[in-house]
């Protein structure tokens, strides 16, 4: 399996919310930097994706491109989804309450990127760019929940 068809791999779990496939993915030191406040361990991402599952069980990444490079793996993505679930991100450690289904379809910035480390077949670090009104504060703001300045 090359590092690109581990990545895909990954993608494909979380899009089916098959957290036991991605936890099977990822090292033990797994860190996701990026679209949360701060980085997340394993078990802080398997939350992380957890949330965002429960709310938009219907999230798709629509990659548009793969790039690899040694050990590293560079996917272009646009993600969609539609918050039919409540999203609560005080299961992250955020002091927003949760956000009752809304029934939005959302759309974030088309050309943000996962960016993959894979050493050997495990995942053992991820960093998504955010651009603006991406990541966690983004998709708050776009569901219409105002967050307090400094979180």
Do not use: C
Not at 103 to 129: M, N, Q, S, Y
Request: overall charge negative; aromatic content about 8%; proline content about 7%.
């Amino acid at each position: 399996m090359t590092k690109t068809d581990i990545a895909r791999t990954m993608i494909a779990a979380w899009e089916a919310n098959d957290l036991n496939k991605v936890a099977s993915l990822l090292s033990d030191d797994f860190v996701l930097t990026g679209p949360a406040p701060v980085p997340l361990n394993k078990e802080a991402y398997l939350a992380f994706q957890s949330v965002h599952n429960v709310a938009f069980p219907d999230w798709k990444f629509n990659v548009s491109a793969w790039q690899e490079n040694g050990d590293t793996v560079r996917a272009t993505i646009g993600i969609t989804g539609t918050q039919t679930g409540v999203f609560d991100v005080s299961k992250l450690g955020l002091p927003i309450p949760p956000v009752p289904a809304t029934g939005k379809f959302t759309r974030w910035p088309v050309g943000e990127e996962l960016i993959f480390t894979i050493k050997g077949d495990k995942i053992i670090a991820a960093h998504a760019t955010t651009l603006p009104g991406g990541g966690v504060m983004g998709t708050l703001e776009r569901l219409g929940v105002n967050v307090p300045m400094g979180h």
